[in-house]
T-cell receptor
Framework: DTAVSQTPKYLVTQMGNDKSIKCEQNLGHDTMYWYKQDSKKFLKIMFSYNNKELIINETVPNRFSPKSPDKAHLNLHINSLELGDSAVYFC?????????????FGSGTRLTVV | AQKVTQAQTEISVVEKEDVTLDCVYETRDTTYYLFWYKQPPSGELVFLIRRNSFDEQNEISGRYSWNFQKSTSSFNFTITASQVVDSAVYFCALSEASYGNNRLAFGKGNQVVVIP
């Protein structure tokens, strides 16, 4: 009964490959996010989807493409992986418009590009 | 634009000492939300507290306490009688109600090391 689940937890891949990270939430939230945590632990938002619509698209290379087939899923596809893409990627969800403004995070995907 | 500053990068304390983590935020909104998250060595983000801008009451939860002062735009976090299990990175974060996109902006984090 995990609230926000991401797979895989670890991903090791070679430069130039294409990979995907999947995220699913069972909280009924209408908004989902991808955050990137770099080697210095800094957490920065990459994308946000509200009811399958892209509403935040930070300065992220075009090689990163989020896809939201429905409001419970937000996947992240990365083309032509580079060494600098190595990081921990966190998926999160929230319900926009509620007074409590809670965010629930997945356990993270550690991506290592070699 | 929203901004969260956590000035202290790494803080080392001896077990049973108290430690206070400073968080200063910047926003033009009158309605906003402040958060603290803990990231232990295992890597997950653990939610600790959420406070909205209209609620300036301080809060205590066990050994954790939070001091919210709108006048100085600060939301500081104190761990009393620290334990080794408190060793983690702690993040302060801000979400503005009027931003329209619900983003959560994080500070750079405080690495707390509790020495036994």
């Amino acid at each position: 009964d995990t609230a926000v689940s991401q797979t895989p937890k670890y991903l090791v891949t070679q430069m130039g490959n294409d990979k995907s990270i999947k995220c699913e939430q069972n909280l009924g939230h209408d908004t989902m996010y991808w955050y990137k945590q770099d080697s210095k632990k800094f957490l920065k938002i990459m994308f946000s989807y509200n009811n399958k619509e892209l509403i935040i698209n930070e300065t992220v290379p075009n090689r990163f493409s989020p896809k939201s087939p429905d409001k419970a899923h937000l996947n992240l596809h990365i083309n032509s992986l580079e060494l600098g893409d190595s990081a921990v990627y966190f998926c999160a969800s929230s319900q926009v418009g509620t007074g409590n403004r809670g965010y629930t995070f997945g356990s993270g995907t550690r991506l290592t590009v070699v | 634009a929203q901004k969260v500053t956590q000035a202290q990068t790494e803080i080392s304390v001896v077990e049973k000492e108290d430690v206070t983590l400073d968080c200063v935020y910047e926003t033009r909104d009158t309605t906003y939300y402040l958060f603290w998250y803990k990231q232990p060595p295992s890597g997950e983000l653990v939610f600790l507290i959420r406070r909205n801008s209209f609620d300036e009451q301080n809060e205590i939860s066990g050994r954790y306490s939070w001091n919210f002062q709108k006048s100085t735009s600060s939301f500081n976090f104190t761990i009393t009688a620290s334990q080794v299990v408190d060793s983690a990175v702690y993040f302060c974060a801000l979400s503005e109600a009027s931003y329209g996109n619900n983003r959560l902006a994080f500070g750079k984090g405080n690495q707390v090391v509790v020495i036994p």
